[in-house]
């Protein structure tokens, strides 16, 4: 059984980097959360009870060792401290402008809402998944994804006096959106916001 | 029969989908790099040996 629950861990540390560097938005921030959140599992096996979700399991331990940090730190994520290591070194120039306005405006979002769209958009994880993980009932997790989506729509896409870069986002937009319909993928699912459910309650963007 | 603009909705639902699709892909592009890095050996050897201990 423990090497079960040892081989769990190691395959969803990828996953924790992920919410991590969601939660952190900094690099060595993040690679110190999650080891941090790993020794707390280990020292808390004996409280998971196999057959139980060890993903939200896992995932619940290290947002509450983010929160118990923060709170002992009371400092908050200043986004001049994310490394640029964040953002692709291969992209065009203005596909590059576009991304860091991306990442400034991620940096922006309450931490949980970043959390929510982060994990589900990256992860594809479920409303009820992310509700799961940060203990809150499944429309506030909806909740949390439908607000940082469209806060980000606004902030990347309004017309204001920095037009010119919110032009590249909304024409990098309109191009991938074009690309995309010439290649076909199997997943179409939207984001619901306010449309009938699919069975699942997926909070999987469309698109790739 | 003369061709008229889409719809409002239909251009605002297609307005939101190409941000969804560039959203995705800009997130893969911030977050797949670093994500992708292989894990930290003392990390690894943290569980390794937490392991032997159980056994």
Redesign the interface.
């Known amino acids: 059984m ?2 079960t629950f ?1 081989d769990q ?2 395959n969803i ?2 996953k924790l ?2 919410q991590a ?2 939660l952190t938005r900094n ?1 060595a921030m ?2 110190d959360l ?2 941090d959140a ?2 707390n599992a ?1 020292s808390a096996q004996t409280s998971f009870i196999p057959g139980t979700n060890f993903g939200a399991w896992m995932h619940r331990i290290l947002r509450n060792r983010f929160i118990s940090d923060l709170r002992k730190k009371r400092e908050t994520t200043d986004i001049d401290d994310t490394p640029q ?5 291969g ?1 065009r120039h203005d ?1 590059r402008l ?2 860091q306005e ?2 400034a405006a ?1 940096a922006r979002l309450p931490d949980d809402q970043r959390e929510a769209l ?1 994990l589900g ?2 992860e594809g994880m479920s409303y009820q998944e992310l509700a799961e993980i940060s203990g809150c009932a499944v429309g506030t997790a909806k909740s949390r994804v439908f607000r940082a ?1 469209r806060q ?2 606004t902030w ?2 309004a017309d204001t006096p920095s037009a010119s870069r919110r032009e590249s ?1 909304k024409n ?3 191009k ?2 074009s690309h ?1 319909k010439n290649c076909p993928s199997p997943v179409r699912n ?2 619901n ?1 306010g449309t009938v459910e699919q069975n699942r309650s997926r909070a999987v ?4 | 029969m003369t061709d008229t603009p889409p719809p409002r909705k239909t251009r605002k639902k297609q307005g939101d989908q190409a941000f969804d699709v560039w959203l995705k892909r800009g997130l893969h592009q911030l977050f797949d790099d670093v994500v992708n890095e292989p894990m930290p050996e003392e990390l690894l050897r943290l569980i390794q040996e937490d392991r032997a201990k159980q056994d």
């Open positions: 423990s090497d040892h861990i190691v540390l990828p980097r992920v560097l969601a690099r993040a690679e999650v080891q790993v020794c280990l290591s964040l953002l692709a070194v992209a596909d576009a991304l991306l990442d991620l982060v958009v990256l989506r980000l729509e990347l896409t986002v990098i937009s309109r991938t959106l995309e939207g984001l916001h963007v469309a698109g790739v």
